[in-house]
């Protein structure tokens, strides 16, 4: 596989990796294809039958509750046939390798995995065996891998933003937080700047900040600040990120406590944005530790939204994989 190794000879998407690389008109033709998605998840009989006959296995060897279950949601919304594997009782613990486990399950015929593993690279490898093997017909769509990429959240973030702000070439938009661990974050940012967003703020500790823009998942500039009331100063929108305590190798941060008093958003930090602010978190949330509960349930919260429009994003995605 060459260059961009998740688009096909036509410059299709034929797996989703990364959303390094994507320009600007696929992303819109992702948020496109998923609009009516949402208006259908609306009705009554919430199925449409554009993956009927399919097999999508959730190849899930990392722990989730939202992406694991709206790519489930999403893939019986589509008529697939969905088949979870909990890879913690499967034969992954009796030291399989992935490259097996994943033949085997290729053997039964997939049409498509959906893979979210603690290893950097680990969808791209199996890609990459795939094809090597004559059966690149399967699909797979990255659901997190280490801290590299989680290219469905930063979609459903996208998509949120859209919805809420329209103009992408008009905002200010702050990413807060543990950027050094977040997957979510590089993804954001490749996003984020594709989509034209003049100005992307990251806010952090210097111990939770990359020291590239490349490593932050940017090209162009991203304006840095370890001060969170400065870097709030007139945002449209506030993407905060969890503190990945499972990924910290020795002692990051002096204490919860210390980390809530400078880079928790609170009502009194928030007030610095612009008054229409949104709030954004991919979850699980940390209350108390990167987000007050007033401002995780409060007017300018469009968290629990993320959520819901993770599931036509996450269509929008599996149908247009499958057509390619
Ligand atoms: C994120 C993940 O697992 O990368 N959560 C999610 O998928 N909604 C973020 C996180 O764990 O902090």
Redesign the pocket.
Known sequence: MTRNPQLNKHGELQHLITLEGLSREILAAIFDTAEPFAEVAEREIKKVPLLRGKSVFNLFF?N????RTTFEIAAKRLSADVINLNISTSSASKGESLLDTVDNLAAMQADMFVV?HASSGAPYLIAQHLAATGRDHIHIVN??DGRHA?PT?GLLDMYTIRHYKKDFTRLTVAVVGDLLH???ARSQIHALQALGVPEVRVIGPRTLLPTGVVEMGGRGSLRVFHDMREGLKGVDVVMM??L?NERMAGALLPSPQEYFKYYGLTPEKLALAKPDAIVMH???MNRGIEIDSAVADGAHSVILPQVTF?IAVRMAVMSMLAGN
Do not use: I, K, M
């Open positions: 990392e989730s509750t939202r992406t979210r659901a997190g989680h959240q977040s997957r979510v990120l969890r990945q991919p979850g699980p993770g």
